[in-house]
């Protein structure tokens, strides 16, 4: 993809057309404040470079009847959503319908360099498949803070030696596209702001619950990602007061007391002190556990769990609980690994929130579990990248 939208109209048409398919050069007036003649001329120009194509007669409205307007069909974005401990790749295409995506483990303190060989593979792979000649574009999200203008991490508490490595440049060299880098729980807000539960939500907060824990805010329908990229690193908000030491440096953070490490930590001790006769059986049998042994202990009834679960969802829920007070948020979507644990830690979250909010703020306010599970943050990496190229040059 070389050519870009030459001006505001022609970047505002593009993307109603990756929002919402292909449509009508009527329909599309409808939604622009362009005259006719002026929509025309742009939406030639638009085919002239081969962004748009003509996609068959749109249906009557009477008179002669136009034609449909799409998105060109080969256009091909790639995905990269890079966890703690696994990474998702995607290709999709330009109204961002995800072709192809593989999963595999992997872990982000093997550094940048071992990482993005494993990832550049697994590009490879797709695009061996036949999902795409070549990719228009990245985006990508890694699971610290990012200077966005430059796609660089920023002191990320648990990616030891990406503090300042160039992702976005050193990718774009070896894919020969495009790269847009920015933090994996603002690229999971702005897929389920795409394809799930809030795409009719202006403002909104969408938690991610995995091996640590963040937030994207979503302010008219806009990722804010505050001065320094570190916006929504609620993580790292004190739950209690020297309570246990965080990666990032303090004591008692909502990450070291409640996320899918500090779960599986919990849940080990519980079986190694006779607590949890279900953990023991799960923890002898595997050697180690996960949170999903913990969902799958809550699952058969086993109290010990269905408490660690609870207790995280009360401490997750006093923090959010502080977000609506102070953001007033239309919807809250919680997602992430950890999400696994479903309506047990749901319900302890919602308690908190309805119970330390005031009634103004929550009277109306849905809280959540995201629909689209771990691709969230590939079409949200491809809804970044996409943003960056349908605008004007």
């Not at 695009?127 to 610290?144: H, M, N, W």
Request: aromatic content about 4%; glycine content about 14%.
């Amino acid at each position: 993809m070389t050519a870009r939208p030459a001006n505001a109209h022609q970047a505002r048409l593009l993307r109603l057309l990756r929002d919402g398919g292909p449509n009508s050069r009527a329909q599309l007036g409808d939604q622009v404040d362009l005259s006719r003649s002026k929509l025309a001329v742009e939406v030639d120009r638009l085919l002239e470079t081969g962004l748009v194509v003509a996609d068959g007669l749109a249906a009557s409205r009477g008179g002669r009847r136009s034609h449909n307007i799409r998105l060109a069909p080969a256009l091909r974005f790639l995905g990269v959503d890079i966890g703690a401990t696994s990474v998702d790749v995607a290709v999709t295409n330009a109204e961002l319908e995800v072709l192809g995506h593989i999963n595999q483990p992997m872990d982000v303190r093997e550094g940048p360099v071992a990482v993005f060989e494993q990832v550049l593979a697994m590009a490879a792979k797709l695009k061996a498949s036949g999902l795409a000649e070549g990719f228009d574009g990245c985006g990508i999200g890694v699971p610290g803070p990012v200077r966005f203008p430059e796609g660089v991490p920023v002191a990320p508490p648990i990616m030891p030696g990406w503090d300042g490595f160039p992702v976005r440049e050193a990718l774009s060299q070896d894919l020969g596209c495009p790269v847009m880098v920015d933090n994996d729980v603002n690229l999971m807000a702005m897929g389920e702001q795409h394809a799930g539960v809030a795409r009719s939500v202006d403002d909104f907060i969408c938690v991610k619950i995995g091996t640590g824990i963040g937030c994207g805010l979503v302010v008219g329908a806009e990722v804010y990602r505050g001065t320094t990229g570190s916006a929504g690193d609620i993580g790292h908000i004190q739950v209690e007061p020297d309570g246990r030491p965080c990666a990032c440096g303090n004591k008692g953070c909502l990450e070291a007391h409640f996320s899918g490490a500090a779960l599986a930590r919990d849940a080990e001790e519980a079986a190694t002190q006779g607590r949890s006769a279900e953990l023991a059986g799960r923890l002898e049998a595997a050697g180690a556990l996960t949170a999903a042994d913990v969902a799958g202990a809550a699952a058969a009834g086993d109290p010990v769990a269905l408490d660690l679960i609870r207790e995280g969802g009360n401490r997750t829920g006093q923090v959010i609980a502080g977000l609506v007070s102070f953001f007033n948020p239309g919807l809250v979507v919680i997602g992430g690994g950890v999400t696994g644990l479903g309506h047990t830690l749901l319900a302890a979250i919602r308690t908190q929130v309805y119970r330390q909010s005031l009634p103004l703020a929550t009277g109306n306010l849905p809280i959540v579990l995201g629909e689209l599970g771990a691709v969230a943050g590939v079409i949200g990496a491809a809804r970044l990248i996409s943003d960056h190229l349908f605008s004007p040059a």
